[in-house]
């Protein structure tokens, strides 16, 4: 995955990741061995997952909980965080972990939908621009944080990016195709508006 996403951002978002969990005053050893090990947990689920309850249900419930994670960190970090309670410190780091399943869900999904939304004639080519674009949102993503922290503040940026989700979430509940069981040719008919002759017969 570091050798995808190249070492530059690689090491812009591992020193936003040590920001963010300073603030919180969280273990980053802990954070980190976490946060991995439910990645890797999520990506196992999401294999699993993926041909019985569909690739639409688990983008929709993968993104909803994202959203309500950074809702939540964002209520933490404005109201709680400066409590003494060990017990409130132990918030944050659950709701990364629950954060990081999910976005290892999330973040995965429309890497299988590439093959299955574009025509053949134009699938390599449509494929590598929304790759391109994708890369292109990450580096912005890592390099606009810092500025939206400072513009936001820490709740603010949770926020923020709490209501991208959301806005994430309607853009998929109506424009997402079901596209589990489904053959490739009745997948471009759907977008082209072609009728299958076998389902007019």
Known sequence: MLNRKGCGQARATFKIGLRVFDCFSLVLLVLQVVMGGTGIVGSLCLLLLVHSAGKRFLSLCGTAVCCAVCVLLGLYALLVHELADPLARWLPL??????????????????????????????GLASGITAAACYIFLFLASKTYLDIENGLLLHGAFWFYGSVSFVGFLFLYFRLLETEGKTLEEIENHFTGKVNARSSE
């Open 94 to 123: 659950a709701l990364f972990v629950v954060l990081g399943f999910t976005q290892s869900i999330v973040s995965q999904i429309p890497w299988t939908l590439l093959c299955e939304v574009f025509p053949f004639r134009t699938r």
